[in-house]
């Protein structure tokens, strides 16, 4: 009895310091004991809820999961998980996480609730973001290939004041683009859905393609792309548009890092049975603060070290994603005031 006693002491004291929400419940889904963070979080006291079904707090539109819930501990299963909103008492609603634990031999049902709603809000935030994001993409392309064909001569030649307004609106187009598609690249990485079109790829030629495109980017900044070294017959199993994705991202970074009338130099070097890629600046580094974050989203280091406007701060990270499809890895070696290297290796396509 004394033991008995005690047991419920020692219960009664976790659920007392606990911050999580904790409870009992018989199988009628009552609850019979709660802990003091359900007050702090819906606001009713542990009293104002015992002896009620939780069902009567849930959203009507939340019930069918949460009884669902029910069902698959009553069939066996004595971990269930789940999600829903519950009433608070201002009569709002509130995310909560469920994990509900069955013990047959004291027929109660014992469950760890967590407050989710802030995640929840920047969930559905996300999801709408993304979905303006997906609206914005068809119309911004229109623009930015309707800007170029003027700046081609389509509509014949422009007067000055009109051509250097139509570079500023194509420029500005182009940023755009850039921006959703970094946006929607970065969302299909977190949710899993990066689909890579594989296929065997001469990495030697891929990267002179890449070096080609972006000589004009880089010319703008009047900095020179130079090929230092290329070793052929590396080819890697890869998908052609998210390799030059990858390049195109180490190679734009490094020519806006770059000193007027630097050089960034490149080279493409096997090892074994792997291919490196390299990318080198001679800008003013990265800075030691800065680095663990380098391939982080939304990361950028201070502005006022290259010589243009702030980009989305999600290029490396979506190249990281892409490289560790791959099967590769990416890092970067860095001197303040020197030089700075980005590089990336692939494992190389063995023949047959």
Not at 207 to 225: C, K, T
Not at 290 to 295: D, G, I, K, T
């Amino acid at each position: 009895m004394a033991e008995d006693r005690r047991a419920e002491q020692e219960l009664q004291r976790f659920f007392d310091l606990s911050q999580d929400m904790l409870f009992t419940a018989g199988t009628d889904g009552q609850f019979q004991k709660l802990s003091p963070a359900w007050e702090t979080v819906l606001g009713f006291l542990p009293e104002e809820l015992r002896g009620h079904p939780h069902i009567e707090f849930v959203h009507p539109e939340d019930r069918d999961v949460t009884l669902r819930g029910a069902r698959e501990l009553r069939k066996g299963n004595r971990i269930v998980e789940f999600e829903n909103r519950f009433r608070t008492r201002t009569g709002l609603y509130r995310w909560l996480n469920w994990r509900v634990y069955f013990d047959p031999e004291t027929a109660l049902v014992y469950g760890v609730v967590r407050d989710v709603d802030e995640r929840k809000r920047v969930d559905q935030m996300r999801e709408e973001f993304i979905s303006v994001s997906h609206e914005l993409r068809t119309p911004l392309t229109s623009i930015r290939g309707a800007l170029g064909l003027l700046a081609g001569g389509v509509a014949g030649d422009l007067p000055p004041q009109a051509r250097s307004l139509l570079d500023i609106a194509a420029s500005n187009s182009e940023r755009l683009v850039r921006l959703i598609n970094d946006i929607l690249d970065i969302e299909k990485v977190e949710s899993g859905t990066l689909g890579l079109r594989m296929e065997s790829l001469d990495l030697a030629v891929a990267l002179g393609q890449a070096l080609e495109v972006n000589a004009v980017y880089a010319r703008y900044y009047e900095v020179g792309l130079r090929l230092v070294r290329s070793e052929s017959g590396a080819f890697v199993l890869g998908d052609p548009d998210r390799i030059q994705q990858v390049l195109a991202n180490l190679l734009s970074n490094a020519a806006k890092f770059s000193p007027r009338g630097g050089t960034v130099e490149v080279e493409m070097v096997r090892e074994g049975r792997r291919v490196r890629i390299s990318v080198r600046d001679h800008g003013p580094g990265i800075p030691e603060a800065f680095r663990s974050r380098v391939f982080e989203r939304f990361a950028q280091a201070d502005a006022s070290v290259a010589r243009q406007e702030r980009g989305t701060g999600l290029g490396l990270s979506i190249s990281k994603a892409i490289v560790e499809r791959h099967g590769g890895r990416i890092w970067f070696e860095s001197e303040p005031g020197v030089q700075t290297t980005f590089s990336f290796d692939l494992p190389v396509l063995e023949p047959g």
